[in-house]
C-alpha cells in the first residue's frame, strides 16, 4: 500500500527541486585555470611545479590574506 503525497508536500518537494547554486563555481574555476597558469609559468623545477598545482588551488586564501596585508599598511 503506498500513501500519495498531498497538494502541499507535492509543492514543497517541487521548490526544493527548483532551488541550486549559483555561478559561483564558474568564476571560482576560471581564477582556478588563470592561477594555474600565472604560478605554472613562473615554475622551473619539480618543487616549484608541485607548489604551483597547490597555490592555484587555493588563489583566494592568497588573494584575501594580500588584502587585508594591503589594508593593514594605510
Do not use: N
Not at 27 to 42: D, M, N, Q, T
Not at 53 to 70: D, H, I, N, R, S
Request: hydrophobic share 45%; aromatic share 18%; proline share 3%.
Amino acid at each position: 500500500m503506498t500513501i500519495e503525497p498531498t497538494l502541499a508536500e507535492q509543492q514543497h518537494q517541487k521548490l526544493q527541486v527548483i532551488r541550486h547554486g549559483g555561478g559561483s563555481d564558474s568564476v571560482y574555476g576560471i581564477g582556478l585555470i588563470g592561477a594555474w597558469v600565472y604560478y605554472f609559468k613562473r615554475a622551473t623545477t619539480t618543487q616549484e611545479r608541485i607548489q604551483a598545482f597547490f597555490k592555484g588551488l587555493f588563489w583566494p586564501a592568497f588573494l584575501v590574506y594580500e588584502l587585508f596585508v594591503f589594508l593593514g599598511k594605510k
